[in-house]
């Protein structure tokens, strides 16, 4: 699961990026609203934590805008902001949920466990697409069209969540590393094109009628082939 973690203080940042870290969680971190903002458009995160008070946009005008422009991702307000009227403000702006600081470690966890639950891309251990069945806990790939199974590297599992997620749309290379590798990481696009050729070869490993499609100058689509 990746997050989204807006927060200008930087002893702040850095431990609630190292808990979530600790977690297994990839965390990107963003110091300001404006970048908050551009990253949340991306649509490559499962849940924010927005810190309210940020330079260039605050968290509630980051929410705001990114539910105008259609980002659904879960949001929870981490904020020092404790009155009624400022969590009432967080919530109207597009939040899903509240924390004032300071807090305990085990609510904040516990509050994004709950935000992930709603995420519909971890509503189920099992997705589907085609004959293809990607049980995302097991790191298991399946087809049923052949009866064969094959045990996914984290990288292609990951490259398969994020397709089947998004099937039927061109996946940029940009979104791609930025969803796999996130957006702190020195990640080439050749990296893509190297696991997109690992992911394949378990598709065609299985025997899917589901393929990879390179679209010439664009990204890949995920589609069954005789679509």
């Keep these: 699961m990746r997050i ?12 609630v990026a190292a808990l979530l870290r600790q977690e297994k969680y990839d965390v990107d971190h963003m110091a ?3 970048s908050a ?4 458009e991306s649509g490559i995160y499962d849940l924010a934590v927005l ?5 260039e946009l605050n968290g509630y005008e980051v929410a705001r805008r990114a539910r105008a422009r259609g980002v659904k991702t879960p949001i929870l307000m981490l904020t020092a902001k404790s009155q009624l009227d400022d969590k009432v403000e967080g919530l109207d702006s597009g939040a899903d949920d509240y924390l004032t600081k300071p807090f305990q470690t085990k609510e904040l966890l ?3 466990r709950a935000l992930g639950r709603r995420s519909a891309s971890f509503q189920d251990e099992s997705l589907h697409y085609g004959d293809l069945t990607l049980d995302t806990q097991k790191a298991m790939l399946s087809c049923d069209t052949s009866g064969q199974s094959v045990r996914l590297g984290e990288k292609e ?3 398969l969540e994020y397709m089947f997620a998004n099937r039927g749309q061109i996946m940029t290379r940009e979104q791609l590393a930025v969803k796999i590798w996130g957006f702190e990481n020195e990640a080439e696009y050749n990296n893509v094109e190297v696991y997109m050729s690992f992911t394949r070869k378990k598709l065609a490993f ?3 009628a589901v393929e990879i499609k390179a679209v010439r100058g664009l990204g890949y689509e995920l589609r069954e082939k005789h679509v």
């Design 4 to 15: 989204l973690l807006a927060e200008d203080e930087k002893r702040m940042a850095a431990a």
């Design 206 to 208: 299985v025997g899917s």
């Design 37 to 40: 903002l551009e990253a949340l």
């Design 32 to 34: 300001d609203g404006a």
């Design 110 to 112: 516990a509050r994004l």
């Design 51 to 55: 810190d309210v008070m940020m330079p």
């Design 157 to 159: 599992l990951r490259i």
